[in-house]
């Protein structure tokens, strides 16, 4: 069994400290919300430059595939992206084209930037360990994402999935529901596909009976909450623990 590995969702706070207090409290990766978040370019950079010199995985959530975020991301160094609503195998291909440089896609060059710690090495040696480094996930999270799930996992290029339990129980009529049994049923699909095929699983929620599926379907990637969550479950625990009986 491929060893777990765990993170967080960085939805709002733009300090480039998080990665290093993520690193330091023992986590593995963290994904920076760049669909629901407002981060803009300067903040991500700074998140995703201290993530890269304190030794954590960032992955970007992306809004949408086209090449202009993806091109800007890539070069301040990001090592994942991960496409929210991936529906089809051309979806997340797009995606590879623009973060991956020849012969896996078409990214564009330009090696003296961040996400070669300004240092470039030579060029064709640098090209064949961006590729090698750089990770592309799709996040299923509909209907269509699940039945094309083998396809989407076939694609040159992509390393895994995340499965995206609210809007996938909402697409499947369950939302709101408490461990459903539809989200359950795709967590095992999901898990049998990506062993099939020899891809990473992963999963985003903090509802423990899809993160239980989730490890017994093999998944390896767990981004459970996020900053926000921790901040005020912390806050909630201070408050009790001063003012409870």
């Given at each position: 069994m491929e060893t777990r590995k765990v993170g967080i969702m960085l939805s709002e706070l733009a300090s480039g400290s998080l990665p290093v207090l993520f690193r330091a409290a023992?986590?593995?990766?963290?994904?920076?919300?760049?669909?629901?978040?407002?981060f803009d370019y300067g903040a991500v950079s700074r998140i995703v430059l201290s993530a890269r010199l304190c030794g954590i995985m960032?992955?970007?959530?992306?809004?949408?595939?086209?090449?202009k975020d993806i091109q800007k991301f890539m070069d301040m160094g990001a090592e994942g992206l991960l496409l929210p609503m991936t529906n089809e195998a051309q979806d997340i291909a797009q995606v590879v084209r623009y973060a991956k440089y020849r012969p896996v896609g078409g990214?564009?060059?330009?090696?003296?930037?961040?996400?070669?710690?300004?240092?470039?090495?030579?060029?064709?040696?640098?090209v064949r360990e961006a590729n090698a480094h750089t990770r592309v996930y799709a996040q299923i999270e509909t209907r269509r994402g699940v039945q094309n799930i083998a396809?989407?996992?076939?694609?040159?290029?992509?390393d895994g999935c995340f499965v995206g339990p609210n809007d996938l129980s909402d697409d499947l009529g369950c939302l709101g529901q408490a461990h459903a049994?539809?989200?359950?049923?795709?967590?095992?699909?999901?898990?049998?596909a990506?062993?099939?095929?020899?891809?990473?699983?992963g999963i985003i929620t903090s509802d423990a009976a899809y993160l239980s599926a989730a490890k017994g379907a093999g998944?390896?990637?767990?981004?459970?909450g996020s900053e926000l969550n921790a901040v005020k479950e912390y806050c909630?625990?201070?408050?009790?623990?001063?003012c409870g009986e």
């Open positions: 023992g986590l593995d990766f963290f994904i920076l919300d760049c669909e629901h978040g407002g960032c992955i970007i959530r992306i809004a949408d595939n086209s090449r990214r564009g060059i330009s090696t003296m930037r961040a996400h070669t710690l300004y240092a470039p090495p030579p060029i064709a040696e640098y396809q989407i996992l076939s694609v040159a290029g992509v049994q539809p989200v359950l049923d795709v967590i095992s699909r999901v898990g049998k990506a062993a099939q095929q020899g891809r990473q699983a998944f390896s990637l767990f981004c459970k909630r625990a201070v408050v009790d623990d001063i």
